[in-house]
C-alpha cells in the first residue's frame, strides 16, 4: 500500500468507519485484477494438468520440441499426464543445459590423458599409441585397423544431481509429491548413470546425507531413515546444496540442483549473503535468505529444478515482502531462471 493510498484511508477512518472498511475493500479488489497472473512473470513456458503445473523460465531449442509434442499429448489425454513425467521433463531438461554448459567451460581445457579401443564411428586417433602398435605387431609402416586406439580425453562433461530435500513436519502433508519427484530423479538417474547427492534440511540447517554416488539405492535408504521436523531451514539447504555443487563442478561434473520442498521456509541463515538479495527485501529473514541463496546460484549458473509438493494456485502477488510456499518458489525459479513444477493435490 503506497504513502498516498494509506493516508487516504486514514482520513476516511476518521470521517466514517463503514466508509474506510468499504475504500479498503476496493483498493483490495483492484490490486487483485491488476497483479493477476504476476507470479508467473517471466516465464518462457507453461503446461497446465490436472494433477500438476509446469512452467520454464528458460527455453532451449530442444525444450520446444519437447514440450510441443508433450502439450500435443496432454490434449489428446485430457490432461491425465502423471506429475513424476513433467518432473522428469524438468530434469531432462536441466541436465542437457548442463551438460551444454560444461561443454563450453572445458572447450581448450580437455586433454588426452591415455588411450583406448576405438568405440563408436567417430573418434579422435592416438598417433603414437597406434604407431607403436603397429610396430608390435610388425605391420609398421603401414597400419591395419587392429592397431588403431582412441584418445582418451579428460573434461567431458557429465552430470551430477544435487537433491536438497526438505524434511519438515509440513511435508508429512506432502508425501505423495515427494515420491512424484523421486521418482522422476531415478529414472532420469539410472537411464545417464548420473551422480546423486542428497542433501536434507532439517532442525537449524542441512547436512549431507549422501554424497554424490551413482548407486541411488544408497540415497533411497537414506531417505528412509530421515525423520520430520518442526523447522524449515530451506535456505541453508539450498546452501549447502550450492557448495556441493561447486566442489562437483571442480571436479569435473556439471551440477543440476534439484529442490523439493512446499515453500514454507522459517529459519534464516545465520549471516547474510553479501550483495545478495537486497534488491528484494521481505518481511520474514527465513524468505530474506532464501532469494538471497536463489541469487547466489543463479550468478554461478547451476541449472536447478524446482518441485513444489503442495502447489496452490495464486491469483495474485501477495503485499511486498509476504510470499506464500507457492509464491517463494516459483521466485527461486524465476531468480535462477530455472524449471518449475507444482504437483496438485
Same mark, same amino acid.
Given at each position: 500500500?503506497?504513502? @498516498?493510498?494509506?493516508?487516504?484511508?486514514?482520513?476516511?477512518?476518521?470521517? *466514517?468507519? /463503514?466508509?474506510?472498511?468499504?475504500?479498503?475493500?476496493?483498493?483490495?479488489?483492484?490490486?487483485?485484477?491488476?497483479?493477476?497472473?504476476?507470479?508467473?512473470?517471466?516465464?518462457?513456458? !507453461?503446461?497446465?494438468?490436472?494433477?500438476?503445473?509446469?512452467? $520454464?523460465?528458460? !527455453?532451449?531449442?530442444?525444450? %520446444? %520440441?519437447?514440450?510441443?509434442?508433450?502439450? /500435443?499429448?496432454?490434449?489428446?489425454?485430457?490432461?491425465?499426464?502423471?506429475?513424476?513425467?513433467?518432473?522428469?521433463?524438468?530434469?531432462?531438461v536441466?541436465? %542437457?543445459?548442463a /551438460?551444454?554448459?560444461?561443454?563450453?567451460? !572445458?572447450?581448450?581445457? $580437455?586433454?588426452?590423458?591415455?588411450?583406448?579401443?576405438?568405440?563408436?564411428?567417430?573418434?579422435?586417433v592416438? @598417433? =603414437?599409441?597406434?604407431?607403436?602398435?603397429?610396430?608390435?605387431?610388425?605391420?609398421?609402416?603401414?597400419?591395419?585397423?587392429?592397431?588403431?586406439?582412441?584418445r582418451? #580425453?579428460?573434461?567431458?562433461?557429465?552430470?551430477? @544431481?544435487?537433491?536438497?530435500?526438505?524434511?519438515?513436519?509440513?511435508? #508429512?502433508?506432502?508425501?505423495?509429491?515427494?515420491?512424484?519427484?523421486?521418482?522422476?530423479?531415478?529414472r532420469?538417474?539410472?537411464?545417464?548413470?548420473?551422480?546423486?547427492?542428497?542433501?536434507?534440511?532439517?532442525?537449524?540447517?542441512?547436512?549431507?546425507?549422501?554424497? =554424490?554416488?551413482?548407486?541411488?539405492n544408497?540415497?533411497?535408504?537414506?531417505?528412509?531413515?530421515?525423520?520430520? *521436523?518442526?523447522?524449515?531451514?530451506?535456505?541453508?539447504?539450498m546452501?549447502?546444496?550450492?557448495?556441493?555443487?561447486?566442489?562437483?563442478?571442480?571436479?569435473?561434473?556439471?551440477?543440476? !540442483?534439484?529442490?523439493?520442498?512446499?515453500?514454507?521456509?522459517?529459519?534464516?541463515?545465520?549471516?547474510?549473503?553479501?550483495?545478495?538479495?537486497?534488491?528484494?527485501?521481505? @518481511?520474514d =529473514?527465513?524468505?530474506?535468505?532464501?532469494?538471497?541463496?536463489?541469487?547466489?546460484?543463479a %550468478?554461478?549458473?547451476?541449472?536447478?529444478?524446482?518441485?513444489?509438493?503442495?502447489?496452490?494456485?495464486?491469483?495474485?502477488?501477495?503485499?511486498?515482502?509476504?510470499?506464500?510456499?507457492?509464491?517463494?518458489?516459483?521466485?527461486?525459479?524465476?531468480?535462477?531462471?530455472?524449471?518449475?513444477?507444482?504437483?496438485?493435490?
Amino acid at each position: 500500500m503506497t504513502f @498516498l493510498a494509506l493516508a487516504l484511508f486514514v482520513v476516511l477512518a476518521l470521517v *466514517d468507519i /463503514r466508509l474506510a472498511t468499504l475504500a479498503l475493500l476496493l483498493w483490495l479488489l483492484l490490486n487483485l485484477l491488476l497483479n493477476r497472473g504476476s507470479v508467473y512473470a517471466g516465464r518462457r513456458a !507453461m503446461l497446465r494438468t490436472r494433477r500438476a503445473v509446469y512452467v $520454464a523460465f528458460s !527455453m532451449s531449442p530442444d525444450f %520446444k %520440441k519437447s514440450l510441443l509434442s508433450l502439450s /500435443r499429448g496432454i490434449r489428446v489425454l485430457g490432461g491425465r499426464v502423471e506429475p513424476s513425467q513433467l518432473v522428469e521433463l524438468a530434469i531432462n531438461v536441466s541436465r %542437457k543445459s548442463a /551438460r551444454l554448459k560444461g561443454r563450453r567451460r !572445458m572447450k581448450g581445457l $580437455a586433454a588426452t590423458i591415455d588411450y583406448t579401443l576405438p568405440r563408436g564411428r567417430y573418434f579422435k586417433v592416438h @598417433l =603414437p599409441a597406434t604407431l607403436r602398435r603397429s610396430a608390435a605387431l610388425g605391420e609398421f609402416p603401414h597400419v591395419s585397423w587392429d592397431s588403431v586406439r582412441a584418445r582418451l #580425453m579428460a573434461g567431458r562433461a557429465k552430470v551430477s @544431481l544435487i537433491v536438497v530435500l526438505d524434511s519438515s513436519a509440513s511435508m #508429512m502433508y506432502s508425501i505423495r509429491g515427494i515420491l512424484t519427484a523421486l521418482e522422476a530423479v531415478k529414472r532420469e538417474a539410472r537411464k545417464f548413470r548420473d551422480r546423486v547427492a542428497l542433501v536434507v534440511s532439517k532442525g537449524f540447517g542441512a547436512v549431507v546425507a549422501q554424497h =554424490p554416488t551413482t548407486n541411488f539405492n544408497l540415497v533411497l535408504s537414506k531417505i528412509s531413515r530421515i525423520g520430520l *521436523d518442526d523447522f524449515t531451514p530451506l535456505a541453508s539447504g539450498m546452501y549447502l546444496g550450492y557448495s556441493l555443487a561447486m566442489r562437483e563442478r571442480n571436479r569435473g561434473y556439471e551440477p543440476v !540442483m534439484i529442490i523439493i520442498s512446499d515453500g514454507n521456509a522459517n529459519v534464516p541463515l545465520e549471516r547474510h549473503v553479501k550483495g545478495f538479495g537486497r534488491r528484494w527485501l521481505a @518481511l520474514d =529473514p527465513a524468505v530474506q535468505s532464501v532469494i538471497e541463496v536463489a541469487s547466489l546460484i543463479a %550468478k554461478s549458473g547451476v541449472e536447478t529444478v524446482i518441485v513444489n509438493t503442495k502447489h496452490r494456485e495464486v491469483i495474485a502477488e501477495g503485499a511486498e515482502g509476504l510470499v506464500s510456499g507457492t509464491e517463494l518458489l516459483l521466485k527461486v525459479a524465476r531468480i535462477t531462471r530455472g524449471e518449475y513444477v507444482g504437483v496438485i493435490g
